[in-house]
């Protein structure tokens, strides 16, 4: 079965922790990402300076922070069926570090 792959083309910073993305087939989606600002890795970008030091990595084409924080340009793309699973999986991550 053929996955698609998608580029990040451009992106805006249009409110706190939400960015407009632009994708190479045309695709635009605005995501809040603070739902799943939590742990080791995505847990810096909860401060928004930090995530604001957001680009466009020249060759994943996807979004990445300093901290090497990033997010697969497929889940990006589909965010809306994404969404959840990805809160899920960052509130699994965040049981296991307290157990």
Same mark, same amino acid.
């Given at each position: 079965?053929?996955h698609?792959?998608? /580029? ?11 960015? /407009?993305?632009? =994708?190479?087939?045309?695709? +635009?989606? $605005?995501?809040? =990402? /603070?739902?799943?600002? /939590?742990? *080791?890795?995505?847990? %810096?970008? #909860?401060? #928004? =300076?930090?995530f ?6 020249p #060759? *994943?084409? $996807? ?5 090497? *924080?990033? =997010?697969?340009?497929? $889940? ?6 994404? #969404?959840?699973?990805?809160? %899920? ?7 296991? +570090?307290? %157990?």
């Open positions: 079965m053929e698609p792959i998608y /580029r990040v083309m451009s992106f805006k910073i249009v409110g706190a922790h939400t960015l /407009r993305i632009v =994708f190479d087939d045309d695709t +635009v989606q $605005t995501i809040n =990402f /603070r739902p799943v600002l /939590r742990g *080791a890795l995505y847990g %810096a970008l #909860e401060d #928004e =300076f930090f604001s030091k957001v680009t466009i990595d #060759e *994943a084409h $996807t979004l990445v922070w300093p901290n090497g *924080a990033d =997010f697969d340009p497929t $889940t990006l793309h589909d965010w809306p069926q994404c #969404e959840e699973s990805m809160k %899920a999986l960052v509130g699994r991550s965040l049981e296991k +570090v307290k %157990a």
